[in-house]
């Protein structure tokens, strides 16, 4: 292209909120025909919201009710050793020092129950599966120990909550949760399992909500004959939820992709000889946005994708994706 038609296509581009980082970008952008979207926070809002909380009992068997979220507030007699606030009281101390946004919905939704939030004794980050920690004085039952000013030893729980593999590989069975998990994950949410001490205690899930023009966006590729394709961390079966919400094919989204591992995604993409283009706004993100043909930013996402992008889109629209390309394509096209 000539720098007089690059200057053109950039500056449509900045009028319109898409921000090329240079002419070559410019240029390449024609040529992508496979956009990949990285789910939360770019199809989605990701903004988390706590859902369900189900009580296992201590054998593992959902308590009571079958697996359904208690509405009993844990009145059922002689079933259940637990109820849903000591459950959530539990998960959200020990995501309360997690900056995730997963982690953060449940410490809100816990708060907006009423329930006092403390932060945990210890506790360690498990990227892509989620968080071990160390909580000291908690009680398995409201009261517990402290009837009759009896005063127990402060004891330290160990606790994890996240995907089944957390729980794997730290010897917690999470098969007895099967069942439940499969409901809330088929509805999209995003289910993690709560262990005490070794032990299935419950299940927590968030939910996010799809951008409201995300379907649009896919639509628009399709038409334009653009494969669209999902990467994410999150389980195959939400994700695959959310994919039919947008209007991805369940064979194009690629799910349980650890943070590391998203730009050997990316390439693996590429090695069919497609021109990719990559979404994203979190940090996660950032090395997939490098090596993709084009990376592109949500321009309200993170710092460190922003950067390893070669495109920003200002407004928080998923259509801006389409828009770059047909903005590029309609800059080159003029030049022929
Ligand atoms: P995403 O790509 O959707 O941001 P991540 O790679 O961060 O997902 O995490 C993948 C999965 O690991 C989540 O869907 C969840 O099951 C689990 N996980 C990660 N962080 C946490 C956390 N702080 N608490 C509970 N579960 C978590
Ligand atoms: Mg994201």
């Known amino acids: 292209a000539t720098p007089a038609a690059t200057m053109v296509g950039t500056t449509i581009g900045a009028q319109n909120g898409v921000l090329f980082k240079g002419g070559d970008i410019l240029e390449r952008a024609k040529d992508v025909d496979t956009v990949v979207f990285d789910k939360t926070g770019t199809l989605t809002e990701g903004e988390m919201e706590l859902t369900d909380v189900v009580v296992f009992d201590g054998d593992g068997t959902p308590a009571a009710d079958g697996g359904e979220p208690a509405t009993d507030g844990g009145q059922v007699e002689g079933r259940k050793r637990l109820d849903e606030d000591r459950v959530l009281e539990l998960a959200a101390t020990a995501e309360h020092g997690s900056e995730h946004p997963l982690a953060q919905a449940i410490v ?158 990316v390439e693996a993409i590429q090695a069919e000889g497609r021109k990719a283009m990559m979404v994203g706004d979190g940090v996660n993100d950032a090395p997939a946005l490098a090596v993709a043909h084009v990376g592109t930013a949500i321009g309200s996402g993170t710092d460190v994708a922003i950067e390893a992008a070669d495109v920003t889109l200002m407004r928080d629209d998923p259509v801006d994706v389409v828009k770059a390309i047909r903005i590029s394509d309609a800059t080159l096209q003029k030049i022929k």
Do not use: C, Y
């Not at 939030?117 to 892509?128: C, R």
């Not at 004085?137 to 409201?142: C, K, Q, T, V, Y």
């Not at 957390?166 to 499969?182: I, K, N, Q, S, Y």
């Open 108 to 265: 809100d939704g816990a708060e907006e129950r009423g329930i006092d939030v403390d932060a945990p004794d210890d506790f360690e980050n498990v990227p892509g599966h989620g968080i071990r920690a160390t909580v000291e004085g908690w009680e398995p039952r409201r009261g517990s120990g402290r009837a009759s000013g009896e005063r127990s030893e402060p004891r330290a729980t160990e606790v994890l909550v996240g995907n089944r593999k957390l729980l794997r590989d730290a010897g917690v069975d999470p098969e007895p949760a099967a069942e439940t998990m499969e409901r809330l994950e088929n509805e999209g949410k995003t289910a993690m399992l709560v262990a005490a001490d070794g032990e299935l205690i419950g299940v927590v899930a968030d939910a996010d909500t799809v951008k409201e023009r995300a379907k649009a966006a896919v639509a628009d590729l399709h038409d334009r004959g653009v494969d669209v394709m999902m990467l994410t961390g999150d389980n195959e079966r939400t994700a695959r939820a959310v994919a039919e919400q947008v209007g991805i094919e369940p064979d194009n989204v690629r799910a349980e992709v650890l943070p590391e591992d998203k730009s050997d995604a």
